[in-house]
């Protein structure tokens, strides 16, 4: 009996120090060492370059003209419209330019009324505008006023999320924080020093590994998200121990399966 609770102490000791996860590896935005040092209230400047259309991006063309502006003001759609769309993104969980937007095809193009096709891969908002309103211009004399804009940034949270799945943020840019905050945060045993973003540029698929917990992150390219972004993070080790998220979880797992040995061993008296 002493040896069996012996190895019953070991036991114990053994899941509290695995069991326990470090503030080092959960904290976000650290200065690591051996990396350039960023204090508080530094600034941080950014070269972002002009987002470029790509295949599957859905993108939002307002065209109005003179009478419209003379009709509705600077709105960017009558306010029928604007129910519409509003009930529109009731019915489809908030992405309401799915069913009012345009989508780039596989060949690059957007499929507009009376024009028809428009090629716009790998152009910016502001070449995609400029290319509509030329297009416009052949069957419209009088001023146009346009207006692209992304139909939101759409990307997939994979992995150890406290609520995975696939999202739509209604605007121009979001960090990777806002991200990761919109699927509900990263797990405890996530691992948020290896986080794995597959991004889509116009010549195919990258994977690039991302790390969290240095403060570095606020001034690398992969600081924003891009439409079709997909985040995947792996969990830590100590997920294949078994053990809980922290040490009261592990605790309850040690002492629930010490009272059932202790059953098992009562009930072979």
Known sequence: MKKFLKGLSYSLLFFMAFGCISNEKIIYLQNQEGNTVIEDGEL????????????NDIIDVNIQTVDDLLQ???NNKPPQMNQQMGN????????IYYM?????DQKGNIRLPVV???QVKDKTLEEA???IEESMRTFVKSELYVKVKLGGVRYSALGEFRRPGKFTVLQDRM???EAIANAGDLTTVAKRDEILLIRQYPEGTRLHRINLLDRQI??????FIQPNDQLYVEPMKVRETGTGENTAQTLALVFAGISSVALILNLLK
């Open 129 to 131: 505008r400029i290319v």
């Open 116 to 118: 028809g096709d428009i």
């Open 175 to 177: 960090t990777i924080f």
């Open 72 to 74: 509705f003001g600077f």
């Open 88 to 95: 529109v993104s009731a019915q489809s969980g908030g992405d």
């Open 218 to 223: 606020v001034a690398s390219p992969f600081y």
């Open 44 to 55: 941080i400047t950014y070269e972002i370059p002009d987002y470029k259309l790509q295949y």
């Open 100 to 104: 009012t937007g345009y989508s780039v």
